[in-house]
């Protein structure tokens, strides 16, 4: 295939950002990148808290939980918009057992192959975005591993 015109059609996803298209390989690279910076972030407060009042650990745990929600939902949009379904979809991510579903059809269901009312093709991944992609399953098997000790 002609590098120079998938680059000429394809659009670069913007990371931080409700514009624009991303595909499924991406949406588990960007969503494993910040549950990692969550997690690292949980273990940093769970350091300190000894040296904090509790009330101020609760209120910042709730606080960055609220960021991190907030945060995820943005390449959930892009998602939805390589499908062309609106970003408004993205609150079904909330309700649950619908957002269970919900996620599924993020990461099953391929998105529009020609460019659609929200832009170009996205740009192939890269390598580094295909590997943590693939790094989810571990993250997983991870939790639920602790979750039985």
């Known amino acids: 295939m002609n590098t120079t015109l998938v680059s000429a059609v394809s659009s670069k996803p913007k990371f931080m950002s409700t514009k624009g298209r991303i595909g499924r390989v991406r949406l588990l690279a960007w969503t494993l990148a910040l549950a990692v910076a969550t997690i690292s972030g949980l273990v940093v407060l769970s350091g300190v808290y000894s040296a904090m009042p509790s009330i101020l650990v609760g209120r910042l745990v709730i606080a960055g939980l609220l960021i991190v929600q907030i ?29 269970l579903v919900f996620v599924l059809i993020l990461v099953l269901m391929p998105g529009s192959r020609a460019d659609n009312r929200f832009g170009p093709v996205p740009v192939p991944n890269s390598t580094l975005e295909g590997i943590l992609a693939c790094l989810w399953p571990l993250l997983i098997l991870g939790f639920i591993g602790i979750a039985a000790l």
């Open 71 to 99: 945060l995820t939902m943005l390449p959930v949009i892009q998602r939805l918009h390589d499908l062309n379904w609106s970003g408004w979809f993205c609150w079904l991510g909330l309700i649950p057992w619908i957002g």
